[in-house]
């Protein structure tokens, strides 16, 4: 199964919250460089923290984040 980014964080908390809404939804999201930029102390060191989906489900994940909360 092959994982795209959908969005690239600077801050921690923003990308947990977007996985734990994905996830909510049903989407198989995970987070890569977190470790990474946790432990350098900032995000832009390594590229950000990418929140990632399955190729498949990218298109409606990134539909489904953009679509306001209400």
Request: proline fraction near 3%.
């Amino acid at each position: 199964m092959q994982f795209v980014t959908i969005s690239t964080e600077l801050n921690d908390a923003e990308a947990q919250m977007k996985r734990a809404r994905l996830e909510a939804a049903g989407f198989h999201a995970v987070i890569m460089n977190e470790a990474s930029a946790l432990w350098m102390g900032t995000a832009i060191a390594t590229g950000g923290i990418l929140l990632q989906v399955p190729e498949d489900e990218a298109d409606d994940a990134m539909e489904f984040l953009n679509t306001p909360v209400k």
